[in-house]
């Protein structure tokens, strides 16, 4: 794997690799010593972070979690922020995650006004409202953990564990999504006609939680129960 | 480290990127309405290559 064992993390910004020294942390990321942001550059100093089994895993997958409470998180707003889609996921510094929950609900209005529900729009609809109020909650939850310092990641709820880690999920979504957006601009491609096959969505996601679930390797398991607990 | 250097071409190959897509819009060749996916696919190939390259460093 690594060459240098005492890597502990990569720096968020710049995506520099980062060594026990070196590393800096805000919110529950990890920045190397330039990127960090400058409002909190002096006080959150991390202690040294002592040999955990952390740092013999992958380490690029799960970084050393830097135990530093923040009380300028505030919950509250992420979930009045988290009733405008994608924002309360902004608030939290998930812009990746801001941006599926863009897409879901964009998606779930596109089928609901595009005539291509075909009778489930009840269905959709109450998943729609219940979506409404999965962001804030989510959010809320999301933004208590920053508070009490303990680690997020950039896919958190979103995908099982650490699941983004093992399988490029987003990468993936985003090469389709502007696959299917040029073909259609290129008109080589018909997009109600795709929406008229939204539940091979469904088919997919549960595969995909199918397959990590089943699939987690053996040091992956332990930390994610792990950090499991320390959320408890 | 290659991700390193993954990241650092990043935003400039973007960049470039825009730059054609916007050239050829200004010369009539294809309206940049019709070519903008490209952006997120290149952003989505970065992002893949990134991630095998961290695993294999």
Redesign the interface.
Known sequence: MSTQPNIVGYCRACGKALDEASVRSAGGTIYCQEHVPPMTASATTPPPIEASPYTSAAPYTSPAPPHVSRSDVSPGLAFCLGFIPGVGAIYNGQYAKGFVHVILFGLIISVLANDAARGLEPLLAILLAGFVFYMPFEAYHTARRRQLGQPVDEFSSLVPGHGASRFPVAPVILIALGVIFLLENLDLLDFSRILRYWPVALIALGAYLLYARLSPPASDRQSNSRSEEVQR | ?K??L???VQGPVMLITLGFLLAADQMGVIAF?????????V???F??A??GF??N?
């Open positions: 480290m991700g390193n993954m990241c650092a309405s019709h070519t903008w996916p490209v952006l997120l696919i952003f989505g190939l992002k893949l990134e991630r961290t695993r460093a």
